[in-house]
């Protein structure tokens, strides 16, 4: 039995934000039903009352000093953006005309 | 040094010598990168180790370097040496693309911590070096910018994912490499090119600047033909970070002069483990021979060599690929076409999330999206207890087999990869398969410790790397035990390019 189907594999795209083609779709489906099958073995391990480990470094809360260092510029901050106006990251719309009128 | 070493024999050197050649004046730094750069011209169209080189930054990092020595100044360990870095690093001005369209063309702003070490260290980065897209991949092939070919046979794959680095070394392109290692990425294209590959403790290396694939485990290394000069690397580049908060604010072992202990050829009252689990069935006969006289040469030293069972190490793979994707889906998120890089289809009528969405679909290759979706999935509501959660668990599991493992042994062994490198094109339409190359380098990013490749032997022609992995911020004993091996077996020349 597939442990994914095609049509979850779209929603996952959806998700990622990821406007997938048919073709792809098509490739992901079984290649990911290939890996989630295989990745699905760590449920052989009997782990229920085992603490999960998120990190190896026993380290939290690491603040620096509350002091004034140098930082980019704007304009270095801004080099990289695909569009930028007025010392700000420009952006496509984000809402709809309907919302915005 | 003999008559017959000429100009161009710089690039056969060790970083060592050409340290000490620069630093006492019998060739200049200029002439060594030169050397190295008319090296790149010569073989790289063939190698393709190379995304970026960065021929004016280099000569003018070489000028002054040779200013400062002129001028009386002492100079470091590796001032002079040349050095490739992994375009997964961030070099301030100086494209970096992490292997991937999305990034094209983007030159940052900041140098990452380690790349300024270097700098302050007098290397001199010739440039950036190939990589899998954003580090997921164990060939190069996934690479946006085309594959790079491993020195030893131009028609088999380098390793990944920084196969770059270690081609660079193995063709004789740089003397030193810099590499990033999140399930393997180090040391199995050390294992495959027949050159040294160090994973550092998580922690030890900083990675403010190291473009992110996965947080809990990447982590930035030295590459080097030898083990000493991957030492010194690590030396340089090691240490405290405060930009980096899981940086362990700790000093670097003294892994130089471990190098220089295990050169000596004695390992006399050195506790080594055998991993069971790993010396299988699962291994190339010819892989396993190598590592079999391998541990014989160990032996001979004064090793204490035992079998060491670590059960959980079998899910070792599947709960990696399920921990890796899923702090990539998360951590791509910030390639949005927002802040930095491609954007696609911004038309003035499309809305945000529609241009974010054909953006991600333009920049992202088929592995990162593949993993993107099983990260997404992995952490979605329904599926996170029977995948994130329970691959987090067998992580303890995993961190408790070591533990046990260390209360036996100083340090575990066994072979890097299961095979040699294998011919191009043979695993990319199976992407499990591809991922089956780091079966044996996973655990230790898992639990964090370090772990080193270090070249022990041929199979019909190919390098095979040997592993020495070690308990967290021992990272010393893994290179006294390379060096060691290294001072037994020698080092591996691969045929002229």
């Known amino acids: 039995m597939a442990a994914i189907s095609r049509e979850e594999v779209a929603h996952l795209a959806r998700l990622s934000r990821l406007a997938v083609t048919e073709e792809e779709l098509d490739m992901f489906a079984g290649q990911l039903d290939v890996i989630l099958q295989a990745v699905a073995q760590v449920g052989e391990v009997a782990a229920a009352d085992i603490p999960p480990t998120s990190h190896s470094v026993p380290l939290t809360n690491i603040f620096r000093e509350d002091v004034v260092t140098p930082c980019l510029t704007p304009e270095e901050a801004l080099s990289g953006a695909p569009d930028a106006e007025d010392q700000r990251f420009r952006v496509p719309r984000i809402l709809s005309e309907d919302v915005a009128s | ?497």
């Open chain 2, 1 to 497: 040094m003999s008559e017959m070493t000429g100009m161009s024999d710089f690039t056969r050197m060790t970083a060592t010598e050409i340290a000490s050649l620069v630093a006492g004046g019998e060739t200049s730094a200029v002439e060594v990168t030169q050397a190295h750069l008319d090296r790149i011209a010569a073989v790289d169209d063939r190698v393709h180790a190379f995304l970026h080189v960065d021929t004016e930054g280099a000569l003018a990092a070489a000028r002054a370097v040779d200013e400062r020595r002129a001028a009386g100044e002492v100079l470091g360990p590796l001032a002079g040496v040349p050095v490739a870095v992994k375009d997964v690093l961030a070099t301030r001005g100086v494209p970096t693309t992490v292997g991937s369209k999305i990034l094209e063309g983007w030159r940052p702003p900041y140098d990452a911590t380690i790349v300024q070490r270097l700098r302050e260290a007098g290397t001199v980065m010739l440039g950036k070096t190939n990589m899998d897209e954003f580090a997921m991949g164990s060939s190069t092939e996934y690479s946006a910018y085309g594959p790079t070919h491993n020195p030893w046979d131009l028609s088999r794959i380098p390793g990944g994912s920084g196969g770059g680095s270690a081609a660079a070394l193995a063709a004789y392109e740089a003397p030193l490499a810099i590499g990033s290692d999140t399930g393997g990425s180090i040391r199995q294209p050390g294992a495959v090119t027949g050159t040294v590959g160090a994973k550092p403790t998580y922690g030890g290396t900083s990675r403010y600047g190291l473009v992110a694939f996965s947080s809990s485990l990447d982590t930035p290394g030295p590459c080097a033909r030898n083990v000493l000069d991957a030492a010194l690397l690590h030396q340089v580049i090691g240490g405290h970070d405060p930009m980096d908060s899981t940086s362990i604010p700790q000093p670097v072992p003294d892994v130089v002069a471990a190098a220089r202990l295990g050169a000596t050829g004695d390992l006399t009252g050195v506790r080594l483990g055998i991993v069971s689990e790993f010396v299988g069935e699962g291994a190339e006969p010819g892989v396993m021979a190598a590592f079999r006289e391998s541990v014989d040469a160990l032996t001979k030293m004064g090793a204490d060599v035992v079998e060491v069972s670590c059960p959980t190490f079998a899910y070792a793979l599947p709960a990696y690929y399920l921990i890796a994707p899923s702090e990539c889906s998360s951590n791509l998120a910030r390639f949005d076409g927002v802040r930095f890089g491609l954007r696609v289809g911004d038309d003035g009528n499309r809305s945000l999330e529609e241009v974010m969405s054909l953006t991600r679909e333009a920049g992202f290759g088929p592995e990162v999206k593949r993993r993107i979706m099983i990260g997404t999935y992995a952490l979605s509501s329904g599926y996170y207890d029977a995948y994130y959660g329970q691959a987090q668990k067998v992580r303890t599991l995993i961190t408790r087999d070591f533990n046990a493992a260390f209360e036996r042994v100083d340090a575990l062994i066994s072979p890097t990869t299961p095979s040699v490198a294998f011919p191009m094109g043979a695993r990319t339409a199976d992407p499990y398969q591809m991922y089956l190359a780091d079966l044996y380098t996973i655990p230790t990013n898992l639990y964090g410790g370090p772990g080193i490749s270090v070249p022990c032997g041929l199979s019909e022609g190919l390098p095979v790397g040997l592993q020495v992995m070690a308990p967290t911020m021992a990272d010393d004993r893994m290179y006294r035990v390379a060096a060691a091996l290294e001072s037994a077996v020698g080092t591996f020349t691969p045929p002229a390019l």
